[in-house]
């Protein structure tokens, strides 16, 4: 597994939510309805296949080793609910948390 140094995850503000990205899932979502989907790896068709009038979504196929698991990552992490003061952590007003 490679060493990861650094995790930067920002986080949208509250009420400032909606992006470009939701209509292109809106629009996968339909296409699925019309296409069936019996394996994970149909997906990819159904994005490419989802814009019925315009350019097909540009669809990059990824294998399995370029995902990671995190999960031994987050073990390390410590208990979030406050902060390195002992006060409790506001996750509404938080923008951004990096861990090093």
Aim: glycine letters at 4%.
């Amino acid at each position: 597994m490679p060493v990861v140094a650094k995790i930067e995850h920002g986080f949208l503000e509250v009420g400032h939510t909606q992006n470009e990205n939701d209509s292109v899932h809106s629009v996968i979502a339909q296409a699925a309805k019309r296409i069936p989907v019996y394996t994970p790896g149909q997906w990819a068709t159904v994005a490419r296949e989802a814009r019925r009038n315009k350019r097909p979504y540009a669809v990059k196929e990824m294998p399995a080793q370029d995902f990671f698991d995190l999960k031994a990552i987050s073990k390390k992490i410590k208990n979030l609910d406050n902060d390195e003061d002992g006060e409790k952590v506001r996750w509404t007003k938080i923008r951004a948390i990096t861990f090093n």
